[in-house]
């Protein structure tokens, strides 16, 4: 995973919007993923841009690439509690593998 | 519901012993991976394989090995635990038949080793 690079730490009020950024190093891959990880559990898709896309936007999620930069960005909207995870970064490195990052740590606080 | 499911969720070894993990899944997935997860690293490819039989080395592979006699399971084996694999192990699998082609992978719980 040491291709993909991401910050540790994030802390965040409840209610404001929380940015997480990630950097990559394969330009051809096709897929960019965002991963959750609630404590004591696998991880879990969040949401996935196609690398021909600047934006993809679902709910409170906000998911922005440059490809020229090689940067992806996760921005949720008024973040919650239950947000608390800790956030992969994930490129696909070829049709069927993934390589993550070192996933960011975020803990909301009241 | 279809579901993976990984055992022993906890389990803690000496150096030098035998391990298996196990790995089950009930979606027909013929892509099934292994990673371990350990602070400041992420999560690291151990192994993967892409359907019966085939089997292939991630980027940490030594010490470890598997093995795919059918679609279903991909037990990871450490032939002599070691202390440096103390980690949290966890397998995925894929379906590239899905038609989305998003190489989503579906993860277990997780498998806690420590290795004394």
């Known amino acids: 995973g040491e291709d993909v690079e991401q910050s540790l730490f994030l802390s965040v009020r409840e209610g404001d919007s929380s940015v997480i950024n990630c950097t990559y190093t394969?330009?051809?891959?096709?897929?960019l993923y965002w991963y959750k990880q609630e404590p004591g559990a696998g991880l879990q898709l969040l949401t996935y841009?196609?690398?021909?896309?600047d934006m993809k936007q679902d709910q409170r999620l906000t998911v922005l690439l440059n490809k020229k930069d090689k940067h992806l960005s996760l921005r949720i909207a008024d973040t919650q509690t239950g947000d608390s995870a800790i956030y992969f970064c994930?490129?696909?490195?070829?049709?069927?593998?993934?390589?993550f990052g070192a996933g960011t740590t975020v803990t909301v606080r009241a | 519901d279809a579901e993976i499911t990984q055992s022993p969720r906890h389990k803690i070894t000496e150096t030098g012993r035998q391990v298996t993990l196990a790995c089950h899944q009930t979606?027909?997935?013929?892509?099934m991976f292994w990673y371990r997860q350990d602070l400041g690293h992420g999560l690291r490819l151990i192994h993967y394989?892409?359907?019966?039989?085939?089997?292939n080395k991630g980027e940490v592979s030594d010490g470890y090995s598997v093995s795919r006699s059918n679609t279903e399971d991909l037990p990871l084996t450490l032939e002599s635990a070691a202390s440096s694999q103390t980690s949290v192990y966890f397998c995925?699998?894929?379906?590239?038949?899905?038609?989305?082609?998003?190489?989503?992978?579906?993860f277990g719980e997780g498998s806690r080793l420590t290795v004394l």
């Open positions: 995925a699998s894929s379906d590239p038949t899905s038609g989305r082609r998003t190489g989503e992978l579906f």
């Open positions: 394969d330009s051809s891959s096709t897929y």
């Open positions: 841009i196609f690398s021909n896309m």
């Open positions: 994930a490129e696909s490195i070829d049709d069927y593998k993934l390589s």
């Open positions: 979606w027909n997935h013929n892509n």
């Open positions: 394989s892409y359907g019966v039989q085939d089997t």
